[in-house]
């Protein structure tokens, strides 16, 4: 112990080896002097580095202590083995602290910084307090001393054990640069933090502020539809840590478990599903929308006709959302096929108006399949350009060989794209553009599309309202061809099928572009689009599996 004088940097004579398993050093820090006078040492317990303590002299015999009782503990299933270094003999301990004679007491002193401690504390079941959860990445988790299960003691001073969790807050709160912490460790065994590579989408919006189940608002994780999270331990069946994967700090926080939110998503569903809420079955006849973009001429479109059903049946909490999605990431090979490109919106809200401007931006790039329909070939039509015009009969075969991902009957004629003119497309490598009604996105929903499906929605009433108005007079000035109209019904209408589009199916978007002012939506889109080439996207691990 004369050690404990020498030269800062010095490395003390307190180190012992078990089975490589860990090691406990002291390192004289010289530079920094405490107020008392002492000098401060600084502990390491590899391998979890870098060093995580900065303690007085005065405590460094209660630690002494304790950490030569654990290696004797170690020493006891080891005894036959010789371990070098030989241990100098135990010191006294200081007669003024019973307590700490008791088996692993362990003070430990944290440095304050603005970062949060990333522990949590709750009563256990014997009245005392103990460290609930320790957040990964955070700083206790980094100072690797403090554990879940961990008992606590007293906190600066403070005998705790009688507290109520929110009164030893304060007392954290209170202490200025560093805290004590007295506990006794826990007997669960301490696990190293294995770093999960579990990355989900999230694909609800969660707020733990909001959340009164939450064990600990502080310590939750506030998220997004869409954001891309690494679950870092799923220890706890219902509360799992994760981080968002490009967070720097790399703190983790809690976020309600897939079984947790998929129980709670259950519940609401049978609380607010009434018997007319029936969910339809893909690709049929008589549930399955016409797109506008089938005809040509929309001189009878009813706006009402196609979305009268989802206002009528699709309540807003008709649905059975999953939870998380199981993600990867993913990089297009030089020789793959671009992602299949779904553009989802009511009728009339510009997704045929943002695909055609996309189309006309860059044609080499992008494109669009050519539907099928059973009526005549107009005189200025093209076979095979602006449709595959094919016999009533020939039609009916596809349909029950399921070629077509949606089709319809208007005006007595078929109308309807087939997988095969998307696989064109693809085979083109081009980035093919398909709008389609949101139930469709399921049967696309695979390996081969990896489709990226985006949301096309209308900004608010008066906004819809004023850019359409507005629109409507600058192409009365510039075009012959007349504008379509819109009554308020419409935009109501628009707004509220929008609303149950998204409420049912909004889990599978992950793009909502709103179309508000048209240059500014494209330009949007535009840039999305690219984005989605240059960076690395995430899928859904099914999709990399197969
Ligand atoms: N942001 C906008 N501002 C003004 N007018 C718009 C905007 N977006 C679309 N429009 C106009 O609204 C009308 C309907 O757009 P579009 O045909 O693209 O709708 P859609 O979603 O494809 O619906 P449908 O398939 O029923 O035609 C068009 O006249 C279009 O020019």
Redesign the pocket.
Known sequence: WAALSTAPGEQLGVRCLAQGHFSYGLTAKGSNRQPSGHRACSLTSSPRLPPVLDMEIVNIFKLVSLLFQNLLSVHDTVAKKDYDPKLPPLPPLPADDEEDKEDSVRIIRLVKSKEPLGATIKKDGIGGIVVARIMRGGAADRSGLIHEGDKLREVNGVPVEDKRPEEIVPILAKSDGAVTFKVIPGTKEELEAEDTKIFVRTLFDYNPKEDPAIPCKDAGLEFRRGDVLQIVSQEDDTWWQARRHEDPNLRAGLIPSKQLQERLNTQQKSEHTTPNNTIQRPNSTKTTGL???FRLS?KD?KIHDTQARWTKSEGPRARNIPSYQEVVPYNRKPRESYRLVLLV?P???????LKRKLLLSDPEHFGVPVPHTTRECRRYERKGVEYHFVSRHAFEKDILNHKFIEYGEHGGNYYGTSIDSVRRVLAESKVCLQDVEPHVIKILYTTEFKPYVVFVKPPAMQQLRL??RR?KILSSRNEPTP??TFSDADFEDMIKTAQAMENKYGYLFEKIII????AL?FTEIRAELARLEKETNWIPKTWAQA
């Open positions: 797109r506008r973009s929309r479109h919106g009728s009339g809200v510009g997704v045929s108006e850019s359409r629109a504008m379509r179309n508000d002012d048209l939506a």
